[in-house]
């Protein structure tokens, strides 16, 4: 049987070599998403309480107001589950939530390269195992010999929500993207 601790999330230590530096607009879909929906998924601690995966879930749930963490020691040789009593996958809020939990995790994702590649080369891993690509793609010429130059598109709205989906879109397209307030 799994041992189950209940203490406070205060007490969890950050990873202070994070390899996801996260974003902006990652960290305000998971507001909305934490606001709206409440916590749905598990973190992942190391025997000393330190965070290995949701560093970011964490640190928001803090910053929102969440107060406990429930502890379940294992080998890793069980699957451990959240199960949310309060929420149907086929309802509404269910389908929201699923997606907004995939969207949340595809944009708050940027990788530290540079410290993936430090830690990689003391640990002896290689990061592109892991789908990492950890050189940049050179930059070719076009076909036609028309020289690229790079340029900006700034839009400005009121609607976060708007905004939200117009960048997602972008980024879908291929577009180097930022959020800045």
């Known amino acids: 049987m799994a041992k189950i601790i209940e203490q406070s999330i205060e007490s969890l230590i950050p990873d202070d070599k994070n390899f996801n530096k996260g974003t902006e607009f990652g960290d305000h879909l998971m507001d909305e998403s934490l606001r709206k ?17 949701g560093n970011k879930t964490t640190e928001k749930a803090a910053e929102l ?31 929201e939530f699923a997606l907004a939990d995939n969207a949340t995790g595809k944009a708050n994702l940027c990788f530290d390269t540079d410290l993936i590649m430090q ?3 003391k640990f002896d891993f290689d990061p592109e195992e892991w789908g990492v690509p950890m050189e ?15 340029t900006k598109l700034i839009v400005e709205c009121g609607d976060v929500s708007k905004l939200s989906l117009l960048f997602s879109e972008l980024q879908d397209r291929g577009f180097k993207c930022e959020l800045k307030e």
């Open 136 to 150: 940049q793609p050179e930059e070719e010429q076009p076909e036609d010999g028309k020289k690229e130059i790079s």
């Open 65 to 95: 107001g969440f107060e406990n963490v429930i502890i379940v020691e294992t080998d890793g040789k069980t699957l451990v589950a959240v199960k949310r009593k309060d929420i149907d996958l086929d309802s509404a809020k269910g389908r």
């Open 37 to 53: 929906f409440g916590l749905g998924r598990s973190i992942l601690l190391d025997k000393n309480d330190r965070i290995i995966a």
């Open 119 to 121: 830690e990689a080369e």
